[in-house]
């Protein structure tokens, strides 16, 4: 015997030296032949796994049987045999529990089982994440919600198709007829309820059957069984009224009422949205079923829904600025009778807000037909963007004793903060108490203190203004208090939502020197990117002034549409006030090309001062705005372009980097410069560097001045040229104690040997 078992191993030693993997191969191939042979025993819905599960399930039982009934005759002890037979009562329960008990079950766990493994799953996510997404635009933005009920059909037409037979399709509608005819309460009504509900969870492209099923089980479902049936029939509907109707009822029927009224309102008002559209697939089957239905609701819930589809109706009427009919403003007017229906759901950080003694940049008005006895001040909400006007309607029920019963949004700001804010502020009103309560709108209109960019950099212009006067003259005291008026003035703008670094620009060649931009600001590049793409395109004009006005027209109306945007802003600033110097600078040498008018290059250089003001307002700390705001002043008044220039001095960075990026753009502005245009600006700039720039930055005047012969201490002492070239003012060089310039003077508190001590 040793002999044999001996020689049995080394033929397998032989064998595995010379067939390494046979034995992995020799089980791979004896799993897979016993997995073959259970698929043909077994139901197709059982899985790999599954079948992988039973295998060990009966193998495990089965040597554990034959060693208890081993045992038993062994001991002849009876227990060892009922253990075995134990054993082998809970597989076959448990193989029961895995395998289908008929054909039918079969067929729904297959498909069940390709559901889960295919886009349907996927489906349905999308689904619910859209129609919560549709429920919240769909009182402010009813163009937005019909998009996006548009993706989910989209995405719905994209499907695979679903493997089951005709028979069962055949069932499910003899199970809809029949729920159609019978009452509640009858045989026959119970078993098509039965069906329904069997083929509602995988019949997912039949609309017909998924209407009746999240209709048949309004009264014997939990929440979240009522839930996932509407959810069912709007995406195998998402077009069809009837299927936000079907999905409304849903919401009524909840156990927790209150909390789904709104949603149940919501969904009723896309319903409503997609009739007037032209949108729905009007489907008649789908509306038999909603009005058996409807009539089989209880008295409470029925009323319900008839109230919610009275103020849809009212509320699309207001929407149009038209008077709804009299019964629907009577219906609408009916408290609903439910105890606490108040919208909860609030954001966490207007809790947060309340808490800080912030002051918030805007007053909120109430407008409430019945007087509120306990209104207090409601704050305004810290909101990243500048909206005149906001309009939040609330639909309030009031019960008998004046406490508010039910309230939400009934037509929405656009914004989700002023919406919060407002019920947050109805939610403790008391109104004046009435026998049978009332139902009432009242309007929260919320209004900015605060300015758009355009009108705040209007406002700003006279501060600027005396601000820049003030750094020309070196007023110390002057400069404090303008800063401060400035300051005060900030408070009044915009806030930026982007959270950009100021000094540093969003759009140049050397993006890759800068950290990763945010969201905000890879948009604002891609405008900007986009209008300038575009503008490449434009035809050219007829000579070079045609060109150049064509432009500007266009970047002009681009600029309406991104006020706020500092880089769509500052590009439209230098392209007029590039091309104010390209005109006037050749007006005698081309009159045929150039305009000879001397209003419409007044009105192009008051534009470029305009939309530079509009850059400062929107980032103040750079330099290459404040530079061109100066260059627009150079004829006009020289003072002012020369305190531009010291706030330009000041923003300079150490970072050479920085400021090379700043400037890159706007040196092509500057090479526009000619004759005593030029001379004014490296003079003043010149002058107002040796006074203004920060310790340790360097400049080099081929570079920053277009000076290639001329030092900086040699442009600042000259005479600044007259504004006017027939003017007898006698512009006197820096050294001096006073220097007029343009019929203004301004004082002088340091000779150029004391800039060349201090600098």
């Known amino acids: 015997m040793k002999k044999r078992i001996k020689l049995i191993l080394i033929i397998i030693g032989v064998i595995t030296l010379l067939f390494p993997f046979w034995l ?26 599954e079948r992988n599960f039973l295998l060990g399930l009966w193998l495990g039982s089965l040597i554990m049987t034959i060693v208890m009934l081993l ?11 009922c253990g075995g037979g134990l054993v082998l009562l809970m597989a076959l329960s448990v193989s029961l529990s895995v395998i289908p008990t008929n054909e039918l079950e079969d067929r729904r766990r297959f498909v069940l089982q390709n559901i889960e493994q295919s886009e349907w799953q996927n489906y349905h996510y999308f689904v619910v994440n859209s129609e919560n997404e549709i429920r919240n635009v769909i009182r402010s933005n009813q163009p937005k919600a019909l998009a996006s009920i548009s993706a989910i059909e989209k995405v719905r037409i994209a499907l695979p198709g679903l493997d089951y037979f005709s028979d069962d399709v055949i069932e499910a509608t003899k199970a809809k007829e029949a729920y159609l005819v019978y009452t509640k309460g009858t045989t026959e009504r119970a078993e098509a309820v039965k069906t329904l509900n069997f083929y509602g969870d995988w019949l997912l ?35 069809s009224p009837e299927a936000w109707q079907v999905l409304s009822l849903t919401y009524i029927a909840h156990r927790s009422l209150d909390a789904q009224i709104e949603k149940a309102m919501l969904a009723l008002m896309v319903a409503d ?12 089957s789908a509306q038999q079923l909603l009005e058996k239905a409807i009539s089989e609701l209880t008295e409470n819930q029925r009323q319900i829904y008839q109230i919610l589809q009275a103020r849809v109706i009212e509320d699309r009427f207001y929407r149009q600025n038209s008077t709804p009919p009299e019964e629907v403003t009577k219906l609408a007017n009916q408290r609903l009778p439910v105890s606490n229906a108040i919208n909860n759901d609030l954001t966490t950080y207007l809790e947060m807000q309340s808490m800080m003694g912030k002051e918030y940049p805007g007053e909120v008005i109430v407008e409430s037909p ?19 006007r906001a309009d939040v309607i609330l639909s309030v029920d ?28 109805a939610r403790h009103w008391r109104f004046m108490p009435n026998k049978d309560g009332y139902r009432q709108r009242v309007t929260v209109r919320f209004e900015s203190t605060r300015l758009g960019w355009k009108e705040y950099a209007v406002k700003q212009q006279s501060t600027l203004i005396k601000l820049v006067k003030a750094y020309a003259r070196q007023d110390a005291k002057g400069i404090t208090l303008t800063e401060n008026a400035y300051t005060e003035l900030k408070k009044q703008a915009p806030e930026l939502d982007d959270g950009r670094e100021a000094t540093r620009s969003s759009y140049d060649p050397y993006s890759s020197y800068y950290p990763r931009l945010s969201q905000q600001q890879q948009e604002k590049r891609a405008a900007l990117q986009a209008i300038l793409k575009e503008l490449q395109t434009l035809p050219n004009g007829k000579n070079n002034h045609e060109s150049w006005d064509n432009s500007i027209r266009f970047l002009n109306e681009k600029l309406a549409l991104h006020q706020d945007n500092a880089d769509i802003v500052r590009t439209v600033a230098r392209f007029e006030l590039q091309y104010y110097n390209v005109g006037t600078n050749n007006l005698a040498n081309s009159p045929k090309i150039y305009p000879q008018e001397k209003k419409y290059w007044q009105t192009l250089l008051l534009n470029a001062r305009t939309h530079f003001e509009q850059a400062i307002a929107l980032e103040p700390d750079r330099e290459d705005v404040w530079l061109g705001w100066g260059i627009t002043w150079l004829d006009e008044d020289p003072e002012i372009a020369a305190g531009a220039f010291a706030k330009a001095s000041q923003q300079k960075s150490k970072e050479s980097v920085g400021s090379l990026m700043q400037m890159l753009e706007m040196r092509m502005v500057i090479h526009t410069l000619e004759g005593a245009r030029l001379d004014r600006y490296q003079t003043l700039r010149a002058r107002m560097d040796m006074r203004y720039l920060p310790e340790g930055i360097e400049v080099k005047p081929s570079d920053d001045y277009l000076s290639d012969d001329l030092t900086q201490i040699q442009l600042a002492q000259r005479v600044i040229p007259a504004s006017d070239p027939n003017s007898k003012v006698i512009r006197k060089p820096l050294n001096n104690k006073v220097v007029e310039q343009s019929n203004r003077t301004f004082s002088t508190d340091e000779s150029p040997n004391d800039f060349g001590k201090n600098h």
Do not use: C
């Not at 019945?370 to 005149?388: A, D, S, W």
């Open 205 to 239: 492209n039949q609309p017909d059957i998924m209407v009746a099923q999240a209709l048949a089980s309004l009264s014997n479902s939990n929440d979240a069984q009522l839930t996932q049936s509407g959810i069912n029939v709007i995406a195998v509907a998402p077009l």
């Open 71 to 81: 045992q038993s005759w062994r001991a002849k002890n009876i227990y060892y045999l």
């Open 24 to 49: 992995p191969a020799f089980l791979v191939s004896t799993f897979s032949l016993i997995d073959s042979f259970n698929s043909k025993i077994l139901p197709s819905s059982v899985r790999f796994d």
């Open 398 to 425: 009031v019960d008998p004793q004046g406490r508010i019963s039910g309230l939400w949004v009934q037509n929405s700001s656009g914004v989700d903060a002023f919406d919060d804010q407002a019920v947050k502020a």
């Open 273 to 284: 949205t997609l009739k007037q559209a032209n949108q729905g697939h009007n489907d008649i």
């Open 370 to 388: 019945n007087e509120v006895k306990n209104l207090t001040e409601i704050r305004y909400p810290t909101i990243r963007k500048y909206i005149p």
